[in-house]
């Protein structure tokens, strides 16, 4: 710790990178770990919560924008990730090809960022409370009569399901948009803090269902709460699916330790670490053999302007 | 020594001239307040956080009162420091642990997200209420009272014409202290399904990138607890705004009613170590220790560094100023503290970055600056309630005008075998604020330094239980040690 504290921050006398990273820290350790062990370069960390919300690193970020202290930004979710691009914060890394991505969603078409495994939204049942032939299988029977009051989803004002909710809006357009709002407040969904907490809350059974994403499915399942996962609409578009990103930060104080962790991170083999590890479930790459449900998803930078304007209609009517 | 006085102050109204500023470019820049005041979320967040806090505040404030009065029938010095100690080390117990004991409660379970909110928080601040009841019980003026009783006055008479008007301002301020630390919290009303302001407050941020919005849409708390505090200041004591003091009042014998709630309460601690040990014995003590160990080191050095500096601090700017600064100087210093206490510790951590980002000159050395500095800043205006809250009376040592000593000696001999007891508590108290403080931990760590909070909150996601009650048990068993030696080193006995 001594040495932390009087260490030098030149990139030339010390062989170091700082990540700010929102990937959970029980994941993203053990990336850095092994980056480490094969570089040799020493991994400096700032790991966010779930709980910290909208005050986490991208704040950190945008207030450290005259002289960014990180060098790179790992990000769980796109959204975000666009946005601090949209702000110039990024620098652009070219050395990279982008034909080995399965959607031009996946990479920021000015290179300023791109993406790292896929989680995808999914509906969860809690399989003491729902017999396995009443499991829902599509996204809009949530909000039918059948199920009011009795489904839970995290704030669509935050994290992932604003991202999905905004996606909703684009996809489905204003009119169709507003319908669709109308009718959860009719359902009485129930709306909690985060995608962990409905988890939780439909394992203990105080909601029979909940739609999260499939990492916390997973975490659930593993961790012995009688929930079974759902991946909804698959005879049509499919689950929605969120993409992990990475960026280089503008100015970073470390660029050559920076761009070596983008080229250590952005393998289809560290992307299946981090499938094997549960911090993602399918892959961004056309190399990928994993079966994989049917998912869609849309360009995090199209979606940003849906983002402010979803969210003003999600205020008016829920 | 005035000198340093008005620098601490100054430096520390910092982080709010900037969130001022903000605000003001908000203001100006035609954003609008009335629009962030009407909306139906908001409105019906507010109104619930209004509810969970003033319940669970009043519930907390009554259950002490019974606890504080059992304290009060115990004679011996051991009973009583067993007491306090079992009252820090449950304040201690994060929420959230209370939380997942509390649901192995059957009935906790049938109870809709409000009550089960008022619960844990009930349960969380039931130690502080009581250890502020005890410091407002023990100092009433044992003068009046013998005046009282030798007239034979009523007790209502006796309550309403001495007692109250001594203590007035001091329940006040509890109160404020209590509701407040439920206000800002969101976390477990929110795992509750019980949706708070807080948690609304950091929705709105979702789409604020300018600080001025920011720092805007923390004006309707700012403003709901600025109101409470003046009116508590000015409604309740006029002139009270002082760090003066009162008369101790004598103990009686021991009695039952102390020894059964002091076994209650060590009944209550057993039961959550218990749960916590168990929990975490489902993994090796082996793996957990690896696991943990870095963490646990780095996270409790600067807990302890940040509590003892932040008490330090407090005790020297408390003793200028009641040395050298007028009345002014204390109400503008109170209102700077009471505004601290509600502001949202994100903004105060970003308030910070900024200053540290205009400054422009980062190093190692800075980074940690200025996150020791965020703590100390989150910490101090809690500081200073406490010592307000714990004062102990003071008496005009005459004998020093006739024999005169150096001040580090007065300091040394009388004010600290004199004061020992009450900061060791408000010491353990920092520690815990510090040690559960999340904001300061994720906005101006600086890299590479991880704190144990950022790992419990990471390990939940996963309900890694073991790892999260073994960190939990690490630091009520380390705030043990800390009282047991704090207690050895002291010479004084707690009276």
């Known amino acids: 710790m001594l040495t932390g504290i009087l260490g030098c921050s030149k990139e030339n006398t010390t062989k170091k990178i700082i990540i700010y990273t929102s990937v959970d820290q029980v994941y993203a350790s053990k990336i850095f770990k092994d980056f480490e062990n094969k570089t040799g370069i020493k991994v400096l960390a700032v790991y966010d919560t779930e709980a910290s919300k909208a005050v986490g690193l991208e704040k950190r970020l945008l207030m450290e924008k005259s002289h960014p202290r990180a060098d790179i930004f790992w990000n769980s979710e796109p959204i975000r990730t666009a946005r601090l691009a949209k702000q110039n914060l990024f620098k652009p890394y070219t050395n990279i090809s982008i034909q080995n991505y399965q959607s031009k969603n996946y990479y920021d078409a000015n290179y300023k960022w791109f993406g790292i495994g896929k989680r995808e939204r999914v509906i969860i ?145 560290v992307e299946q670490k981090l499938i094997d590890l549960g911090a993602v479930q399918y892959s961004v790459f056309k190399q990928s053999k994993s079966k994989e449900p049917k998912q869609w998803t849309e360009s995090p930078n199209l979606l940003l302007n849906d983002l402010e304007d979803s969210y003003t209609l999600m205020k008016e009517i829920l | ?44 967040a507010l109104k619930q956080s209004i509810i969970l806090s003033s319940f669970s505040t009043v519930l907390a404030l009554m259950a002490g009162l019974l606890f504080a009065k059992a304290f009060c029938t115990l004679k011996h010095t051991v009973l009583q420091t067993l007491y306090l100690l079992v009252l820090v080390v449950l304040f201690m117990i994060q929420p959230i642990m209370i939380l997942s004991v509390a649901k192995q409660v059957k009935l906790f379970g049938t109870l809709n997200p409000l009550s089960q909110s008022i619960t844990i928080a009930t349960l969380h601040l039931l130690p502080i209420a009581t250890l502020f009841w005890i410091s407002i019980y023990r100092y009433i003026q044992t003068e009046a009272l013998s005046i009282a009783h030798y007239l034979s006055t009523t007790k209502w008479s006796t309550y309403r014409y001495i007692i109250f008007p001594q203590i007035r301002l001091r329940i006040g301020l509890a109160f404020l202290f209590l509701f407040v630390l439920v206000f800002i919290d969101q976390e477990v009303p929110s795992i509750l399904g019980y949706r708070t302001y807080t948690e609304e407050l950091l929705s709105q941020m979702t789409l604020m990138e300018e600080m001025q919005t920011i720092v805007l849409s923390a004006l309707p ?58 929990t975490s014995l489902a993994v090796s003590i082996k793996i957990l220790f690896n696991n943990n160990i870095e963490v646990i080191l780095q996270t409790l050095s600067v807990a302890v560094a940040v509590s003892l500096c932040t008490l330090v601090l407090s005790i020297l700017v408390q003793h200028m100023l009641k040395q050298y600064a007028s009345r002014t100087v204390h109400v503008i210093w109170a209102c700077v503290l009471l505004c601290y206490l509600l502001l949202p510790h994100s903004l105060i951590s970003l308030s910070l970055l900024n200053i540290y980002q205009k400054i422009g000159i980062f190093s190692s050395v800075g980074d940690f600056v200025i996150f020791f500095l965020g703590y100390v800043f989150v910490l101090l205006p809690i500081a200073f309630l406490l010592l307000f809250l714990f004062a102990m009376q003071e008496k005009k040592d005459y004998f020093l005008d006739f024999f005169p000593v150096p001040i580090y000696q007065r300091w040394l001999k009388i004010t600290l075998p004199k004061q020992w007891a009450v900061w060791t508590i408000i010491f353990l108290i920092l520690m815990t604020f510090t040690l559960n403080e999340l904001s300061v931990s994720i906005l101006l760590v600086p890299p590479g330094f991880e704190t144990m909070i950022v790992k419990i909150y990471n390990l939940l996601h996963y309900g890694d239980k073991a790892n999260i009650a073994f960190l939990s048990l690490v630091q009520i068993l380390f705030l043990i040690g800390c009282f047991a030696i704090l207690s050895f080193l002291s010479k004084k006995a707690i009276r």
Not at chain 1, 130 to 156: F, G, M, Q, R
Not at chain 1, 207 to 212: Q, S
Not at chain 2, 5 to 16: A, D, N
């Open chain 1, 125 to 269: 049942v809690n399989t003491q409370l729902v017999k396995k032939d009443a499991y829902p299988k599509l996204l809009e029977t949530l909000w039918s009569k059948k199920y009011h009051h009795e489904v839970a989803i995290s704030s669509p004002y935050i994290g992932t399901a604003a991202t999905h909710f905004a996606a909703l809006y684009h996809a489905l357009g204003k009119k169709k948009f507003i319908q669709l709002l109308k009718e959860i407040k009719v359902a009485q969904v129930t709306y909690l803090a985060g995608n962990s907490v409905v988890k939780d809350l439909v394992g203990e059974g105080k909601y029979p269902i909940g739609l999260v994403d499939s990492d916390d499915a997973l975490a659930g399942i593993k961790a012995g709460l009688p929930i079974a996962m759902i991946p909804y609409n698959q005879n049509g578009t499919g689950t929605f699916s969120i993409v992990g990103t990475v960026a280089q930060l503008n100015y970073a104080p470390h660029p050559k330790a920076a761009e070596r962790f983008i080229q250590y991170l952005l393998t289809p083999e």
């Open chain 2, 1 to 44: 020594m005035r000198l340093l006085t008005y620098s601490v102050l100054v430096l520390f109204s910092l982080p709010m001239l900037i969130l001022c500023t903000y605000l003001s470019i908000g203001i100006y820049e035609g954003a609008n307040i009335l629009h962030s005041f009407m909306q139906d979320s908001f409105l019906v």
């Open chain 2, 221 to 278: 708390s700012f403003m709901l607890v600025g109101l409470l505090s003046l009116g508590i200041i000015f409604g309740f004591n006029k002139n009270a705004v002082s760090f003066s003091n009162t008369i101790s009042l004598n103990i009686q014998s021991d009695t039952p009613f102390g020894k059964i709630t002091l076994a209650a309460l060590y009944l209550w601690l057993g039961a959550m170590l218990f749960i916590l040990l168990k």
